[in-house]
């Protein structure tokens, strides 16, 4: 290697703050260049005759930070072809919240030697100014990537580079999606300088001041985050000596009924397009994944992090055509992919069980559409939907001469069921859906009619059948000519 890339820090402020090595490195060098000048060790560099050239330009020419960076590793790569060594001085500490040193270690450092001259950092002047132990807990996240962070509360959170009231305004609603709106929040400013400047103001109003390079976002610890693990350490407190009674005598036996009830509550604001109560009754359905999750844990069979470890990796194994290189065309080779490596997953040696795993606890009528679904996979179907119609049109009769002669009934309502699931099947309708939806349909039309009737000042029980009949089909005009308007 012909040349050395020397990547000093500069500390959080000014000159007095620069570690005598790296001044001294710089007063012997022939060329500096730095990131930025506007910096208070730059400008103090300068003040004292010291030439410093800065890639300040290249901000103002290029679309976006990426850009940037790139364009400033390129540059000093131009340098180091010269055969000469290279001085690249940045903020604070090369290795703390620098892109670009992260770019020169990735795209340089295999040419050319990089040497690193480390500094004092910024975030050295947050815990002196805030006096806390970095110890206790400390997450640092650049203000682009907050949404996808997963937030805890649990850490002392740094948000560096809050230059602009824009940013400030993007950093506030991230952190309100977790953070509490009264939260406290440390706004620090040029720490280490005489303007040296920290306001502390509840999140919603974090926006309201002013901002530059130097301005550092800071929120303490917060026992109200939203986050799984407040909903862990929640749920550990139920089923505490200083919890619930009623959660302290849950197994996962007692909870099975709660999980059947929530799952079908799921469903219906699904089925009632009701956004507002599927936001709540997921959030029932996930307690009842954290409640289960809780008992194991106690019981030391697993915890929430292994039930995370299961579905990551069991996604990314199963989907090869997004996290590997297989290569699908459609939809159903997905679910074709998915199945082979299922199959191959829950191979124990015995086919049948492999074949047909359903769990016995689906409704019928979702298990016999699973069941046809499987058998088709492997070519047991029909071609055309005549051979499905034909077969229901052949159970009814078969059903129809087990009622005349009195025997079979059951077997043959049973193969009717069957067959009427496998033409839905075939029509691509999930015969789940479509009971479903009839029901709601009978219940609506039912309600309708006992309206009507009460409106005519009768009492529907008390009406024979053939009057019933009169207000159904009432109902049912109603009912279509609503849809018409």
Request: hydrophobic letters at 40%; proline letters at 4%; glycine letters at 6%.
């Amino acid at each position: 290697m012909s040349s050395c890339l020397h990547v000093m820090g500069l500390g959080p402020s000014g000159l007095e703050q620069l570690t005598l090595g790296n001044y001294r490195r710089i007063l012997g060098a022939k060329r500096i260049f730095a990131r930025t000048a506007e910096h208070p060790c730059v400008q103090e560099l300068m003040a004292e005759g010291i030439c410093v050239e800065s890639f300040d330009e290249i901000y103002a020419t290029k679309p976006s930070f990426e850009e940037v960076y790139e364009s400033i590793t390129e540059q000093l790569r131009k340098e180091l072809k010269k055969g000469t060594d290279v001085i690249y001085v940045v903020p604070g500490h090369p290795m703390v919240a620098e892109k670009t040193v992260q770019l020169i270690e990735e795209k340089l450092a295999q040419e050319y030697e990089v040497v690193i001259h480390p500094a004092m950092s910024f975030v050295d002047e947050i815990f002196r100014v805030l006096k806390f132990d970095p110890i206790d807990g400390v997450l640092i996240r650049n203000n682009d990537a907050l949404k996808d962070v997963g937030l805890t509360g649990k850490e002392w959170l740094i948000i560096p580079q809050v230059y602009n009231k824009l940013i400030a305004s993007e950093v506030k609603l991230d952190l309100m999606s977790s953070y509490p709106d009264e939260a406290w929040v440390y706004i620090t400013k040029a720490l280490g300088t005489p303007e040296e400047q920290v306001d502390k103001l509840p999140l919603f109003e974090m926006d309201h001041g002013t901002f530059d390079h130097l301005t550092t976002i800071v929120l303490p610890p917060n026992s109200e985050v939203i986050s799984l693990s407040k909903l862990i350490k929640v749920m550990a407190l139920l089923r505490s000596d200083q919890g619930c009674a009623w959660d302290r005598e849950q197994t996962h036996d007692t909870l099975k009924p709660c999980l059947i009830e929530e799952s079908y509550e799921v469903l219906e604001a699904i089925e009632k397009k009701d956004m507002y109560n599927l936001c709540e009754e997921l959030g029932d359905l996930l307690l009842q994944v954290v409640f289960h999750t809780q008992l194991a844990s106690e019981d030391q069979d697993f915890d929430i992090q292994d039930v995370l470890k299961e579905i990551i990796q069991k996604l990314i194994r199963r989907h090869p055509h997004v996290f590997g290189e297989e290569k699908v065309e459609s939809a159903d080779d997905v679910i074709r992919t998915w199945d082979r490596i299922k199959q191959e997953e829950k191979t124990d040696g015995n086919a049948e069980l492999v074949f047909f795993n359903d769990p016995l606890g689906l409704p019928a009528l979702m298990w016999a559409s699973s069941t046809q679904r499987r058998a088709a996979k492997v070519g047991f179907d029909w071609s055309e939907i005549d051979g499905p119609w034909g077969k229901v049109e052949e159970e009814l009769q078969e059903l129809k001469s087990a009622l005349s002669d009195g025997i079979g009934i059951r077997e043959e309502l049973g193969d009717l069921m069957f067959s009427i699931v496998n033409l839905s099947r075939f029509l691509k309708l999930d015969a789940e859906d479509v009971l479903r939806d009839t029901i709601h349909k009978f219940q609506r039309r039912f309600l309708n009619m006992v309206d009507l009737a009460r409106k005519d000042g009768l009492d529907l029980e008390k009406l024979p059948l053939d009057e019933m009949d009169i207000f159904w089909e009432k109902a049912k005009s109603k009912e279509k000519s609503g849809k018409l308007i």
